[in-house]
């Protein structure tokens, strides 16, 4: 996973003003975008660490599909 540069958010596509309202649907932590290799996913900067995935653009912010901060991708 590819953490985001020094001053610049990871966007993955989507709409910056999006990232800067959702939150985690968990925790409701702020979200940050991560490259990895399948694509890219939000990774809550709160308590729960849960890592969503983005398919085809679209942030799929369902707990049931999040991956743990400790899971491989």
Same mark, same amino acid.
């Given at each position: 996973?590819?953490?985001? =540069?020094? /001053?610049?958010?990871?966007?993955? /596509?989507?709409?910056?003003?999006?990232?800067?309202?959702?939150?985690?649907?968990?925790?409701? /932590?702020?979200?940050?975008?991560?490259?990895?290799?399948? +694509? +890219?996913?939000?990774?809550?900067? /709160?308590?729960? +660490?849960?890592?969503? =995935?983005?398919?085809? +653009?679209? =942030?799929?912010?369902?707990?049931?599909?999040?991956?743990?901060?400790?899971? =491989?991708?």
């Amino acid at each position: 996973m590819t953490e985001e =540069p020094a /001053g610049r958010a990871v966007t993955l /596509g989507l709409n910056p003003a999006l990232l800067e309202i959702i939150v985690c649907p968990q925790c409701h /932590g702020e979200l940050r975008g991560a490259e990895t290799p399948h +694509g +890219g996913e939000l990774v809550c900067q /709160g308590s729960c +660490g849960l890592r969503y =995935p983005v398919r085809d +653009g679209i =942030p799929v912010l369902l707990v049931d599909e999040a991956l743990g901060a400790d899971e =491989p991708a």
